[in-house]
């Protein structure tokens, strides 16, 4: 018994028939998280940053955060 190859048009339904069938049973992306942690958020309402002066001293220096 010999075997038979399929055809250039066989190959591509079978890829499609299997793409379409992973697209319909594949599961969703998960979403990254949008929440911000609490202390992020009090940091943006008190308008922190990362390398702000905190003060100068008399001598010039200066202190940063």
Same mark, same amino acid.
């Given at each position: 018994?010999?075997?038979?190859?399929? #055809?250039?048009?066989?190959? $591509? !339904?079978?890829?499609?028939?299997?793409?379409?069938? /992973?697209?319909?049973?594949? +599961?969703?992306?998960?979403?990254?998280?949008?929440?911000? #942690?609490?202390?992020?958020? $009090? !940091?943006?309402?008190?308008?922190?940053?990362?390398? /702000?002066?905190?003060?100068? +001293?008399?001598?010039?220096?200066?202190?940063?955060?």
């Amino acid at each position: 018994m010999g075997l038979k190859t399929a #055809s250039g048009d066989e190959a $591509a !339904a079978v890829a499609a028939a299997i793409a379409r069938f /992973e697209a319909e049973t594949g +599961t969703a992306p998960a979403e990254a998280p949008t929440a911000v #942690s609490p202390w992020q958020r $009090a !940091a943006l309402i008190e308008g922190v940053g990362a390398k /702000e002066i905190v003060q100068e +001293t008399e001598g010039g220096d200066k202190w940063l955060s």
